[in-house]
Nanobody
């Protein structure tokens, strides 16, 4: 089993930045691809970004491409999501999740989830 804990959320003005962290413990972290998802009130959970087990491949939703950057440090058992040029529509609870399977965009691919961190962007 893998335990995931997100941090780094908060309140920021539009145009600002936040760096979200996902810390993992449990099974070998480097075996897992990690995805970031977000869920706004009244909306379904949506894919934001993902990184392969070795960090060589990254994937982004069109809505965040060019503004968000996902990275990982397997030595630190951590994945990061740098969020820049934030917009009010980025407001949501952000979750990280772990999987050993392919199909990084679908929530059903992921076996382990963190509890989420709130990001609020004011206009």
């Amino acid at each position: 089993q893998v335990q995931l804990v997100e941090s780094g959320g908060g309140l920021v003005q539009a145009g600002g930045s936040l760096r979200l962290s996902c810390a993992a413990s449990g099974r070998t972290f480097s075996n897992y691809a990690i995805g970031w998802f977000r869920q706004a009130p009244g909306k379904e959970r949506e894919f934001v970004a993902a990184v392969s087990w070795n960090g060589r491949n990254t994937y982004y939703a069109d809505s965040v491409k060019g503004r968000f950057t996902i990275s990982r440090d397997n030595a630190e058992n951590s994945v990061y999501l740098q969020t820049n040029s934030l917009k009010p529509e980025d407001t949501a609870v952000y979750y990280c999740a772990a999987t050993t399977r392919f199909g990084f965009i679908a929530t059903s691919t992921y076996d382990y989830w963190g509890q989420g961190t709130q990001v609020t962007v004011s206009s």
